[in-house]
């Protein structure tokens, strides 16, 4: 089974629908990411969780909201999608070290369609 | 400016040559780390190989190595004897000094390994 999973894995949905992403990890791992990637860019940091009492805004959280709910789950929730949303989305995991060569592992990603 | 900078958007290869992706990177910072990371078509991002700023030895991973230099601020990847498999978009990734959080990437080649 995979480390990190994201559910659901394609989601099309229309402007205005709450629509939340999940993601789960059996890793171990204290620290979790959402990050977004659009057609002919690289990865972009959405949140941020150290752990289940600490969460981080990354450098694209407008319209977005996150939850940490256990060690292992943190969910992604848009409140009212807009077609601009529209990406691949992917979680990632880290352990605890704050070294910079920390890895960072990810998830398979979630294409969400927003019409 | 850039923090990432991946040159070639596209290139071909013929089955089992070598081929060299360039990275160029951009900090301030003493301590960092370098990643590199595959994504096929299938869309899921799979880390390949690191290098930390303190390392004296370039990274090897089987058939994927990592030229360092540091004076120069590239990163670039080296896969030997490339395979049709190897096909997929390839990125470059940093992540810059101790506590950061965020893995600032590059905007990727896609590498086509032609038979």
């Known amino acids: 089974d995979a480390d990190v999973t994201q559910t659901p894995r394609n989601r099309i949905t229309k402007t205005g629908k709450r629509i939340m992403l999940e993601c789960s990890q059996t890793k171990g791992h204290d620290r979790m990411y959402w990050y977004r990637q659009d057609p002919g860019l690289g990865l972009r940091l959405i949140y941020y969780?150290?752990?289940?009492?600490?969460?981080n805004k990354g450098e694209i959280s407008d319209g977005y909201s996150v939850s940490r709910q256990a060690q292992a789950k943190f969910s992604l929730s848009l409140e009212s999608a807009i077609p601009n949303q529209t990406a691949l989305y992917f979680c990632a995991t880290s352990d605890w070290d704050d070294s910079p060569t920390d890895t960072q592992y990810f998830g398979p990603g979630t294409r969400l369609t927003v019409l | 400016a850039q923090k990432i900078t991946q040159t070639q958007p596209g290139m071909f290869v013929q089955e089992k040559e070598a081929v060299t992706l360039d990275c160029t990177y951009d900090?301030?910072?003493?301590?960092?780390?370098l990643f590199w990371y595959k994504q096929p078509s299938s869309g899921e991002m799979i880390f390949l190989i690191y290098?930390?700023?303190?390392?004296?030895q370039n990274a090897t991973e089987g058939r994927y190595s990592l030229n360092f230099q540091k004076a120069r601020k590239s990163a670039n990847l080296v896969i030997s004897a490339s395979q049709l498999g190897d096909s997929a978009m390839y990125f470059c990734a940093m992540r810059e000094g101790r506590g950061a959080q965020k893995l600032v990437f590059g905007q990727g080649t896609r590498l086509t390994i032609n038979p």
């Open positions: 290098q930390g700023s303190y390392d004296e």
């Open positions: 900090t301030s910072d003493q301590s960092y780390g």
């Open positions: 969780s150290f752990d289940v009492k600490d969460i």
